[in-house]
């Protein structure tokens, strides 16, 4: 009966400890960085589930239209902090931006959405003629980013404006890894203000979490890729434009092109292009990927989300509270020369292995990548002081039962030496 109170006392204390493994998990996935050696499995456990599993989930291909500026250039004088001209600078043509607002100003609903992820900071002849659009155009953000500081940097043209900045996770590789839809404590991303126009619903801040509407979600989250180069130039899987050759069809044709489509006018070719876990990719395909993401839920805390933890928290948390465990039994029984480095190097493994499956499934069924090494790293520690504390319990008791074995025979022995007295008065 003790033996099974004992149980389910360690079972309480695990699902306790389960919990506050949820609660630091959630933390951590909410911080905008990720440990380098993660990168590994996220690119591993991505690699199988949509190439080797065939689960890629690809957006409908007529659902978007990519306009590429890259090769439409313009010459523009360079001029110094004081003033004076240094020579030339190549930008967009902005009279080809114009020219295809314009085209989308005469019928104004016909898209969808329309994203200019064009950086507009020095002035240009043709500025007056693309801001009169701007003022006219409907259902449209256009892209400024931050400076070394993190300080706003606002174009010259004025319009609807969303962040379109890439916040490198791993300095070394110099990788995008993780989307920010909120950035410097209260900047909107492109992704986010996209989706809230198009759905209608809200972002609000939170502590642990964030919502969207009804639903809780991180901030900060691994960016899958569903739109890749491959489907983009390769595969020609998307309607995918130069903006100097869009332009010499007829206003009607452009427009039916646009029709009740997302339209992406950018970079894609030459200055915006970043590092993520599918290779070099343009600003404006993460952009459109970060807000697939949102469409697809891809950073929802899920209530089954956080039942797949609980379970695998509170069996992983039995293993390291519980001295004896099937686990600690079975390797002893395996290895003749059985020590410390041996349960070390086998415990550290075997959480390891556990933890990366749970990250698996976590991201097959939930999109949402764990944090392996941190988690396994603290249950290898705590479990090495759960069985230290055990050992040191064990020393203390056998120190106490030894004595009160001696007790016994030093009170005997004076009873003796008393009684040998008594005899030696009575002679």
């Not at 801040?205 to 890729?225: A, E, M, Q, T």
Request: net charge neutral; proline share 4%; charged share 25%.
């Amino acid at each position: 009966m003790g033996k099974k109170i004992k149980s389910m006392l360690g079972l309480g204390v695990s699902m306790l400890h389960a919990l506050f493994l949820i609660i630091v998990t959630l933390v951590y996935l909410s911080l905008p960085f990720t440990l380098d050696d993660e990168v590994v499995l996220i690119q591993v456990t991505a690699a199988v589930k949509n190439k080797l599993l065939k689960q890629k989930r690809k957006p409908d291909r007529d659902r978007f239209m990519f306009v590429n500026v890259s090769w439409d250039k313009q010459l523009i004088d360079r001029i110094d902090t004081n003033g004076i001209p240094l020579g030339n600078q190549a930008i967009t043509n902005r009279e080809s931006l114009a020219k295809l607002l314009n085209v989308f100003n005469q019928k104004p609903d016909n898209h969808k959405f329309l994203l200019i992820d064009v950086n507009f900071l020095d002035p240009s002849p043709h500025d007056a003629a693309l801001q009169k659009e701007f003022l006219k155009i409907k259902n449209c953000v256009m892209s400024y980013h931050k400076d070394a500081k993190g300080k706003p940097v606002y174009p010259i043209i004025k319009g609807p404006l969303g962040l379109s900045d890439m916040i490198v996770d791993d300095e070394e590789k110099d990788l995008v890894l993780k989307y920010h839809l909120i950035q410097g404590d209260s900047l909107k991303t492109t992704p986010l203000l996209m989706y809230e126009t198009i759905h209608g619903k809200k972002y609000e801040k939170g502590f642990l979490f964030d919502k969207i509407g009804d639903s809780r979600i991180f901030n900060s989250f691994v960016l899958d890729h569903p739109v890749d180069n491959f489907d983009v130039f390769k595969n020609n899987e998307y309607n995918y434009y130069y903006i100097n050759e869009l332009l010499f069809f007829p206003p009607e044709v452009i427009q039916e092109f646009a029709k009740d489509r997302i339209v992406i006018v950018g970079d894609f070719e030459d200055q915006d292009i970043h590092n993520t876990i599918y290779g070099k990719t343009p600003g404006p395909i993460v952009l459109v990927n970060a807000f697939l993401a949102l469409e697809y839920g891809d950073n929802i805390i899920s209530p089954y989300f956080l039942l797949l933890l609980f379970i695998a928290f509170t069996l992983i948390s039995y293993k390291a509270l519980t001295v004896r465990d099937p686990v600690t039994v079975f390797v002893e029984k395996k290895f003749a020369g059985y020590n410390f480095v041996v349960e070390m190097t086998v415990d550290v493994t075997f959480y390891l292995v556990y933890f990366g499956l749970i990250s698996i499934i976590s991201y097959v069924f939930f999109q949402i990548h764990l944090t392996i090494l941190f988690l396994s790293f603290y249950m290898n520690f705590l479990e090495m002081g759960i069985v230290a504390l055990d050992k040191r319990k064990k020393e203390k008791k056998e120190k106490k039962l030894a004595a009160a074995n001696k007790e016994p025979k030093n009170s005997r022995g004076d009873d003796e030496e008393e009684s040998a007295d008594l005899s030696e008065k009575e002679k």
